[in-house]
């Protein structure tokens, strides 16, 4: 952020007052310049046993399976967020059931929220983000094919937490195994 998105006058790196981190601040009006993390919100939605998976038509990542999540747009809640990410990217109406999994990934500055979902009526399809979208039994998922780890870690949360029939939410601090978003 070279220049203020205020004013647009230059900025220069500085410790704001009462803050303690560097940040962009405008030299002419003093606008300080937040950057803060991200935040990606989706859904695990199950049907008949099964959880739907999304094939990305897009990078990062391009052609391996996901659930369907997205960035958090502004003025909707996350569950808002979780919902309109399943229906653009698998073209899915969902029931969100609760909270699930939380991520943090502060290597990247994102928050990855995932709630536990009823998909309605079994239906979904591919939107434009997606190749193909499909239900997958445990014994089907294709791990190899996994986009991201916040992904991999999910599923195994659930199919573990089903066997106990008990769903905690899981709130984890993620690694860096791969470069990539999630």
């Known amino acids: 952020m ?3 998105v205020i004013c647009g006058h230059q900025t220069t790196e500085q410790i704001p007052l009462g803050d303690h981190q560097v940040r962009r601040v405008c030299t002419q009006c003093g606008h300080i310049h937040y950057e803060n993390p991200k935040v990606i919100c989706g859904a695990l939605a199950v049907w008949e046993n099964k959880v739907l998976l999304c ?3 897009i990078e990062p990542r391009y052609g391996l399976w996901t659930l ?3 960035y958090m747009e502004l ?9 309109r990410e399943t229906r653009e990217e698998a073209e899915a109406e969902i029931d969100i059931e609760q ?5 943090n990934i502060p290597r990247i500055g994102q928050i990855y929220v ?3 979902a009823q998909l309605k ?3 979904f399809g591919a939107g434009e983000e997606t190749i193909e979208s499909r239900l997958f039994s445990e014994e089907e998922i294709p791990w190899a094919d996994l986009a991201f780890p916040s992904v991999e870690q999910t599923l195994r949360h659930y199919f ?5 029939q008990h769903f905690p939410v899981h709130l984890e601090t993620l690694g860096s195994r791969l470069d990539h978003t999630g």
Do not use: I, V
């Not at 909270?99 to 991520?103: F, G, H, I, S, T």
């Not at 573990?160 to 106990?164: E, I, K, M, P, Y």
């Open 68 to 70: 369907p999540a997205g």
């Open 55 to 57: 094939r990305r038509a």
């Open 2 to 4: 070279n220049f203020c």
């Open 121 to 123: 009526d079994g239906s």
């Open 114 to 116: 995932l709630f536990k």
């Open 160 to 164: 573990a937490d089903r066997q106990q």
């Open 75 to 83: 003025f909707e809640t996350m569950e808002q967020g979780a919902a």
């Open 99 to 103: 909270l699930y999994c939380m991520y």
